[in-house]
C-alpha cells in the first residue's frame, strides 16, 4: 500500500472538521493525524497504549510528560513512550502538531 499527503491538503481538511483530532492514516501499526489546540485551551489526554511522536507544527505550549516538562515549539519534535501520562499545558499560540502513534510490536519468540 501506497499513499501520499500534501501536509496543506491535510491541514485544510482538519481546519474544516473544527475538532481537536483528525486522523488521516491508520495501518496495523501505525496511525497519524493532527491534532490542535487553541490558545488557553485544556488538553485532555493523558496516556495511550502507543508510542507517540509529536512534530510541532505551529503555536507554542508545555508538554507536561509525567514529572517533567518539554517546550512545545515549531520543530521541535517530541517522544512519549506507551502509557505514559502526558498533556499540553500553557497553551501561548494556536497549537498544531503532526502525531504519529506506533504500535509496540510483540516480541519475538
Partial sequence: MHQVFKLSEVIDRHQKLREPWFE???????????????????????????????????????LKVENENR????????????????????IQDDLTCLVFFAERSAPKK
Fill in 24 to 62: 488521516f492514516l491508520r495501518v496495523p501499526d501505525l496511525s497519524v493525524g493532527i491534532y490542535s489546540l487553541p490558545v488557553g485551551s485544556e488538553d485532555p489526554q493523558f496516556s495511550h497504549p502507543e508510542d507517540e511522536v509529536y512534530y510541532i507544527l505551529a503555536g507554542r505550549a508545555v
Fill in 71 to 90: 517546550v512545545a515549539e515549531p520543530g521541535a519534535i517530541l517522544y512519549v513512550s506507551a502509557n505514559t501520562n502526558h498533556r499540553f499545558h500553557d
